[in-house]
């Protein structure tokens, strides 16, 4: 049996600073364990989507994995997966979250977030009295996950190529207004916008008064990873987003929630063996950071000391 260990540090480039002799984090750090995998591993570059460009986190796991661009289903199908919904190419999936928001000039300007204690019961019910909204025969569901986000799916017949109108911040944006990417998305945009301006009715006077979506996608038909590879495996990792991105393509997902002196990182281990040629796969969660995992692998489990 010969061990494969892929070890993905999402997040992990940073910029050099005075404060550390002009070293970037990593640089700065102590990580005997890093060092001694890359000392006996290989090294290299690889561009996920092309030179200069920085993909989020799923488009980048996406393609590591061996997945093309239009085969991506979107990061909200993910969070649904991850979470242990039952997802259909029926649906179109998105992911909302509650917010609060100020008038001013003529937009809606995000104020901040729900505390995801202090304000957990409040966010719940406020989502909920959201939920199952029909706006030009478009049906809005709402499946709460936790300090008022939540998985929209959406039934009746929607188009998935819609803009985001969450801006990615915490305060200091608008509100945006969902726009089609293409002609034949119009009428999911203008549902979109009228639910959102429906759900700020049901809102007023609350704390929290909007929710913004974004991540749309679809469920595609995919090859599964070993389909595709040959390879088999567990996908192993504490994001609901990366455990459905494992299941999305065939891999057993496992939860490994973080710790207090640990933060997940993916890691995807395998072994073949010679002698039946088969390959089991296995995803592990490593000290900094997160990453998907490919099959045909056996668990192991990386520590990376700082």
Request: aromatic content about 6%; some cysteine.
């Amino acid at each position: 049996m010969h061990p494969i260990v892929v070890l993905l540090l999402d997040g992990l480039a940073d910029r050099a600073h005075d404060s550390l002799g002009g070293q970037s984090g990593l640089e700065a750090a102590v990580t005997p364990n890093l060092d001694r995998l890359c000392e006996s591993g290989s090294c290299g570059v690889l561009y996920a989507v092309g030179p200069g460009r920085a993909p989020s986190s799923e488009v980048a796991h996406w393609s590591m994995l061996g997945y093309r661009p239009d085969e991506f289903p979107g990061r909200a199908v993910f969070e649904a997966l991850g979470r242990g919904q039952d997802v259909s190419d029926e649906h179109v999936f998105a992911y909302a979250a509650l917010r609060p928001a100020e008038r001013r000039d003529d937009s809606w300007w995000l104020t901040g977030r729900p505390d995801p204690d202090l304000d957990a019961e409040e966010a719940e019910r406020l989502v909920a009295k959201c939920d199952g909204i029909t706006v030009h025969g478009l049906t809005f569901s709402l499946s709460h996950v936790w300090r008022g986000e939540a998985v929209l799916r959406v039934s009746g017949g929607a188009d998935e190529r819609v803009t985001d109108s969450d801006a990615f911040f915490r305060d200091r944006h608008p509100v945006l207004r969902p726009q089609p990417l293409v002609a034949e998305a119009e009428p999911t945009a203008r549902a979109a916008e009228e639910w959102s301006r429906a759900v700020m009715r049901r809102l007023e006077g609350e704390r929290f008064n909007v929710i913004t979506l974004k991540w749309w996608g679809r469920p595609r038909d995919i090859p599964t990873f070993e389909q595709r590879h040959g390879l088999r495996g567990t996908f192993v990792a504490g994001s609901a987003f990366l455990r459905g991105l494992g299941r999305a393509v065939g891999l057993e997902p496992r939860d490994e929630p973080e710790s207090a002196t640990m933060r997940p990182a993916t890691c995807a281990v395998g072994s073949r063996s010679r002698a039946s040629g088969s390959t089991r796969a296995t995803r592990s969660s490593s000290a900094m950071s997160r990453a998907p995992t490919r099959p045909g692998i056996r668990k192991i489990l990386a520590r990376s000391g700082r």
